[in-house]
């Protein structure tokens, strides 16, 4: 792989990041700070974070953030689960096409957590999540113990 693909390599891998941020970020704004959701946005964080290390390292320029603050919400918080879930699994095949091409084990070893994150503990987080409104009527809050809809932190979805 020459070192312009590796470079975009990492810019699709960071622009995928910073799209699921911005697109959790959207969610967390309409709906409060809500489970899964407020955990991982802060992983897309340290995502993102991660490929602009590697950038750095290989002395690439890092690109400016196009999704900051364009992203938008669904209507019900069922409906912001189903489309993290589709978020996680596309992120999943993102990696599944790039990490074959890499030659830079430090690159590859960062992609494959990246990956192994979002299939291991994003996407299982983000079914829960959407079993969880089901379960609770999915009109856009989670039901406590005692049947009443929340909103806070304890309201929403757990992981």
Known sequence: MSASDLEGTLRDALEDERKAEATYAAVIEKFGEVRPFINIID???????AIERQMTRLGF?????????RAGAPATLAEACSMAIEA???????????????ADDTVRQVLQNLQDASR??????????????HDGGGTGGARDGWGNRGRGRRGGCRS
Request: hydrophobic share 40%.
């Open 120 to 133: 291991d503990n994003h996407l299982p987080a983000f079914r829960r999540c959407l079993e969880r409104e």
């Open 88 to 102: 996680e699994i596309d992120n999943i095949a993102l990696y599944d096409r790039l990490l074959p091409g890499i």
């Open 61 to 69: 320029a890092i690109p400016a953030n196009q999704w900051h603050g």
């Open 43 to 49: 992983a897309e964080r340290r995502h993102s974070a």
